[in-house]
């Protein structure tokens, strides 16, 4: 389908259902969602940010581009020793493609090799797009191919991925990422939670595409699963800046990350948040970073957990903002793994 990419950067293997569907406010959408009806069933309104949040942005973008860079280094470093250079990067859509990105162009920055990319859908309880995979593997062997993606949060996705892909034989269920404060994968840029500036906007950072769909009446037996096309923001799209802000720190040396790894793993923690705040389903819990931004952008908040230490932290600025802007308050509250966490509200007891 169409994006403000070129395909040059990466090819979507998505079909374009724009004026398909209608978006809905956060509100209903949410009850729907905490009814039963499945989220890649229906689409979000898209968040129109504020001038003082893009200004809060701007600064992020300014201020952590170059961990991220080295973290995309350190990840593509990683790809090559332990993949090959005959690889093919698979981004998860939408928050893996400007990721896929940076990475493909790290590999040829630094090693002069041109990696096919393309993307897919994977939709957390419904699966990977099969006709996607079928694409790929009629062209690919599939020791080729490689997932990636932006963050992990408490490894859904990951968990998602390990069971689909078992019916593709050969297909690796590793997943490349920038941030794994989870600590589920080796194939990480950085256990740290880190900011990467793409996680504070939606489709303006992300080719002006929406999140991926998923319904019977508008997605064929036959086709790839569907996104929208955002062509009236044209005039604030920022997918290309972002991208080129963060190429322009690439250097050939990666400092390793030196932030003391925990060794449990993230959904500890987040199964320990749901008991000490009376959450059975933790699919309401989003932690780290990434996950606690969509949580504002796109969900109904009850609250925004950030760790003591982080309190007045340059990285959560954005988060400190969009919480204010939607009337959600702020605990500090101590975690291990993730500087913040963002709980979805349960509407049904609302």
């Keep these: ?14 079909k374009d259902i724009t004026g398909m569907v209608e978006p809905q406010p956060a509100k209903v959408r949410e009850k729907l969602i905490q009814s039963g009806k499945h989220y890649s069933e229906m689409l979000p309104v898209e968040y129109v ?97 490689l997932f990636v993606d932006g963050w992990i949060g408490k490894g859904a996705i990951l968990n998602e991925l390990k069971k689909d892909i078992s019916a593709y034989e050969g297909v690796s269920a590793d997943i490349a990422v920038v941030a794994d404060p989870a600590n589920v994968t080796e194939l990480c840029g950085t256990h740290e939670d880190i900011l990467i500036p ?65 060794e449990s793993q993230g959904i500890d923690e987040v199964i320990n948040i749901g008991k000490n705040f009376g959450i059975d389903d933790i699919n309401l819990i989003k932690p780290g970073i990434g996950e606690t931004t969509r949580v504002l952008l796109r969900r109904i908040p009850w609250k925004v957990l950030i760790d003591e230490r982080y309190k007045g932290n340059p990285q959560l600025e954005h988060i400190v903002r969009l919480a204010e802007e939607k009337h959600t308050p702020v605990e500090y509250y101590p975690l291990t793994h993730y500087k913040c966490c963002g709980i979805i509200k349960k509407l049904a007891d609302a």
């Design 1 to 14: 389908m169409r994006s403000s990419y070129s395909e040059e950067d990466v090819i979507l293997l998505l």
């Design 49 to 145: 940010p504020t001038d003082q949040y893009m200004q809060v942005y701007h600064n992020a973008l300014k201020h952590y581009a170059k961990p991220v860079a080295n973290a995309v280094g350190m990840l593509a470093d990683k790809i090559i020793e332990n993949k090959g250079k005959k690889i093919v990067l698979v981004s998860l859509a939408r928050a893996g493609i400007p990721i896929g990105i940076l990475v493909k162009r790290y590999i040829k920055f630094k090693y002069g090799i041109n990696v096919p990319h393309y993307s897919i859908s994977i939709i957390r309880g419904r699966g990977i797009d099969d006709n996607a995979m079928k694409y790929l593997l009629e062209k690919y062997r599939p020791q080729q191919i």
């Design 198 to 262: 793409s996680s504070c906007l939606n489709s303006t950072v992300s080719g002006l595409i929406s999140r991926t769909f998923l319904r019977d009446d508008i997605i064929g037996r036959d086709d790839f699963h569907g996104a929208v096309y955002y062509g009236e923001l044209t005039d604030s799209d920022l997918s290309y800046d972002f991208i080129e802000t963060i190429e322009k720190e690439f250097n050939m040396e990666n400092t390793p990350d030196l932030e003391k790894r925990v």
